[in-house]
């Protein structure tokens, strides 16, 4: 489990300081909780996401700590459905180590002074040693992405600010993992494991290595995490959108600044060559002949139509100077 027995520390926490259910009638804040709750629960099948030991007793009403509300059902009243969800995954987030020497009580989020925000005090310290903490937070706030947080050291007493990312919803969990290459500057080792998370509808081949390409790992990384991006969120709905048809798609995927397309007839119209583009994984052989371009002549990363054997996912092929036309 991430953050415990000394390994990794987790990945997001709650911000338990964004829990502000004042002026909210009974159906917006069980579809709030809802929300809430969907991305937690996201987090908490990955083993990510950790609380703080005090998060039910933060104030939620007037007079009113969340145990108040989420145990005993007091008002402000909310869906028993919606409650009792968000109760069991929250029992089954573990807390963070509020040992760790020099954490904050108080933040400046952006401005806005937090007193006893411990869990976006936990992820500044977290980020202060260069392990980036997201922080998910109940959806009736407006903060998302990356915000400047403030805090003191409270062991050194020094101050810095450092850029926190908020999140609401699942989807921002692939932005949050995306930036994290260049944020923590991930190396190529690391590379693979990091781009499982933060393109779950992607495969990749075990044979990838950025040594087949020609440019150093520094210069081509950021290059391939903007192609997984596009492949991942736009390719598939760009052969829906137009049936296939490879000079629509190539035209739609080009509006994301990227050149991505499949072979042409002259190369398709060759099985020895079209063969290089073939690729073993898991005991099945995959055609990768739809590929980014970073320049015209070289650099390419080769990737197949989604599949049926991948449970409709793509799979990423080829890492490659250049293959044979």
């Known amino acids: 489990m991430p953050g415990a027995g000394g390994g990794e520390p987790y990945r997001f926490v709650v911000d338990e300081s964004s829990f502000d259910f004042r002026g909210l009638a009974e159906e917006r804040l069980t579809d709030l909780l809802n929300d809430f709750s969907d991305a937690l629960e996201a987090l908490v099948e990955q083993r990510s996401i950790a609380v703080s030991p005090y998060w039910i007793e933060v104030e939620c009403a007037e007079g009113r700590e969340l145990y108040d509300v989420l145990y005993e059902g007091e008002a402000p009243k909310v869906g028993r459905d919606a409650r009792l969800r968000m109760v069991r995954l929250m029992d089954r987030c573990p807390g963070w180590d509020t040992d760790l020497p020099g954490l904050p009580d108080r933040v400046d989020v952006d401005g806005e002074v937090r007193d006893l925000a411990l869990s976006v005090g936990y992820a500044w310290w977290r980020t202060r040693q260069r392990h980036h903490v997201g922080c998910l937070i109940f959806a009736s706030g407006d903060r998302r992405g990356w915000v400047q947080v403030s805090a003191r050291d409270t062991s050194t007493g020094d101050p ?150 991948l449970d409709g996912r793509i799979l990423i092929g080829i890492f490659v100077d250049h293959l044979d036309t």
């Open 160 to 309: 810095a600010t450092e850029e926190i990312f908020f999140l609401g919803e699942v989807p921002a969990l692939s932005e949050f993992h995306r930036s994290l290459f260049a944020r923590e500057d991930v190396t190529e080792p690391d590379f693979l494991d990091r781009a499982r998370e933060a393109f779950p509808e992607l495969v990749f081949a075990d044979s990838l290595s950025f040594r087949k390409f020609d440019g150093g790992y520094s210069e081509m990384r950021d290059w391939v995490v903007r192609v997984l991006s596009v492949v991942h969120d736009h390719f598939a709905a760009a052969l829906t959108l137009h049936s296939g048809q490879p000079h629509a798609v190539q035209a739609e995927l080009g509006h994301f600044g990227l050149d991505l397309s499949p072979e042409s007839p002259h190369t398709r119209s060759k099985p020895a060559v079209m063969k290089q583009r073939d690729v073993r994984h898991d005991g099945e052989t995959y055609r990768c002949e739809w590929h980014g371009k970073k320049e015209r002549h070289r650099n390419r990363v080769h990737f197949s139509l989604p599949d049926p054997r």
